[in-house]
């Protein structure tokens, strides 16, 4: 079976802060869905990037 990490990887890294209402929110999602960080927000981009149509984002590899 192949490294999922060779096969797609991923070099950027994006920071930002928030509010300890923002993160309880990120967290709860997180326990609920049983995702990582990072998944929870890939999908939040993907979501709103086909939502608003502003620029539509595609992937080679489902998130």
């Known amino acids: ?8 990887p991923r070099y950027n890294v994006v920071s ?5 209402a923002e993160k309880a929110v990120l967290d709860e999602v997180m326990q609920r869905t049983r995702k990582s ?8 981009i993907l979501l709103y990037s086909h939502e608003t149509a502003l620029f ?8």
Do not use: F, G, W, Y
């Open 37 to 44: 960080l990072s998944m929870v927000m890939r999908e939040a």
């Open 56 to 63: 539509p984002v595609t992937t080679e590899h489902s998130v």
């Open 16 to 20: 930002l802060r928030i509010t300890d």
């Open 1 to 8: 079976m192949a490294n999922r990490h060779k096969d797609n």
